[in-house]
């Protein structure tokens, strides 16, 4: 078996990553990142003719945003979950928008993928004389998947994508097979830290916002349209139902997908319970009636590069009774890190930003401890394991916590771009 790293090897994002054995070739996503003048960077190119299949894990930019180019001219077998695909082509649709001179796929030719997925639920699989695909839960965000590909000589890959291993107010943590895996394609983004236990976060949060509108505040919550928007509303309406609570930007719109695939969720009544509690912002008169009043404002983009939230931002800011809470990542080229940083945001003009500002980690990745217990669950069976979407340094330190937790009959790779490794079967 051969594992080719055509992006995410050293790095966050950009994940691409083939596996092949005889004459079968499965692509495991196919996604972009972007370089410091926030320009798109793609994976290295792969011919759709010569794949036997392409999965996608997820519907983050950074696992699906370059599968497009395989639809321009041919066209591959894909599996996903359809929340998946549903959610991805509004993310799709917004990268066109911003990066038109980088891009040369259009939306049809996502709409040509769509066509050509094959849509599985949990627990499912689909099987050919070839090989095997079975889909688990990957608590990352809605209809996020790790799969298990068995290839043809019976040896069996888990890849878990982007994977999160607690529970959180929208989703189950992620829920993997009882069964033999040989190799674990899993990521590293926080491999070498522990994120801080999720109820001491959420404590956190509730009481800067209540804080925050007891003295007549506003609060704004600058979130990820996937995922984060929507476990923030579920978490203060449903902890906090006295607040007033408005959901604006393109976090509505997957609130919709996130309702209209309610199976996929931990709590769908709860869910559906909150979602009836918060208002929906229509347009600027909404906007204009909220600025100056104690409410919670729930909206993108959550690093603050444009969107909704830097319209309020710009609103709220020069007051001292305001409050602007960052719940996502903040990439280094981001507006939501310079205001961490500077206490300014100067790509939108604004200095000295005098209302209080916080950062809280609700991260959606496994931290260390719970990416070792997410492969120590294979210790018995598992030979490899292929360290991938993550940087070079939160990589060898989880490498060595593997090691310490498995022994060293393991092999660990960390693989850059571009590199091949030959694994034995």
Avoid at 210 to 236: C, H, K, N, W, Y
Avoid at 304 to 326: E, F
Avoid at 377 to 388: C, D, E, G, P, Q
């Amino acid at each position: 078996m051969k594992l080719k790293i055509l992006g995410g090897g050293g790095e966050v994002g950009r994940a691409a990553y083939v596996i092949e054995e005889r004459n079968v070739k499965i692509l495991l996503d196919y996604g972009v990142n972007f370089d410091e003048r926030d320009n798109p960077q793609l994976p290295l190119h792969v011919r759709p003719v010569d794949l036997s299949g392409l999965i996608i894990s997820h519907a983050h930019l950074d696992h699906v945003g370059a599968a497009p180019y395989l639809f321009i001219t041919g066209e591959v077998k894909a599996f996903a979950t359809r929340p998946t695909l549903e959610i991805a082509r509004y993310l799709i649709l917004d990268f066109l928008k911003l990066n038109t001179p980088f891009i040369e796929y259009e939306l049809r030719d996502f709409e040509k993928m769509f066509a050509a997925t094959e849509f599985l639920k949990y627990g499912e699989f689909y099987d050919n004389d070839s090989f095997r695909i079975e889909f688990y839960n990957a608590g990352h965000i809605l209809g996020s998947t790790a799969s298990v590909i068995e290839l043809p000589s019976g040896h069996r890959v888990l890849y878990t994508g982007d994977i999160n291993n607690l529970e959180t107010w929208t989703l189950n943590g992620a829920q993997l097979p009882d069964t033999r895996v040989d190799t674990v394609i899993i990521e590293s983004t926080y491999g070498a830290r522990n994120h801080p236990p999720r109820k001491s976060v959420e404590d956190q949060l509730l009481k800067i916002v209540e804080e925050t509108v007891d003295r007549g505040g506003t609060v704004l919550i600058p979130a990820f349209s996937v995922g984060r928007g929507q476990e923030i509303l579920a978490m203060l309406a449903s902890q906090a139902p006295y607040l007033d609570i408005y959901i604006d930007g393109m976090v509505k719109d997957v609130t919709e997908v996130y309702l209209m695939h309610s199976s996929f969720l931990k709590d769908p009544v709860l869910f559906k319970r909150a979602i009836e509690s918060v208002n929906f912002v229509t347009g600027h008169r909404d906007r204009r009636k909220i600025i100056n009043k104690p409410c919670v404002i729930i909206a993108s983009a959550g690093m603050l590069k444009g969107g909704p939230s830097v319209y309020y931002l710009k609103k709220i800011a020069d007051n001292s009774r305001n409050t602007i809470v960052l719940v996502s990542y903040q990439a280094p080229n981001s507006g939501g890190h310079e205001l961490l940083e500077t206490g300014s945001l100067t790509s939108h003009e604004v200095k000295d930003v005098k209302a209080r500002v916080f950062w809280l980690d609700f991260s959606s990745h496994a931290g260390k401890r719970g990416l070792i217990e997410l492969v120590s669950k294979y210790k018995s069976t598992v030979r490899n394991i292929i360290l991938v979407h993550g940087s070079k340094e939160e990589a060898a330190i989880l490498a060595e916590g593997i090691r310490d937790a498995l022994g060293a009959d393991v092999n660990v790779y960390i693989p850059s771009n571009g590199e091949e490794i030959t694994l034995n079967v």
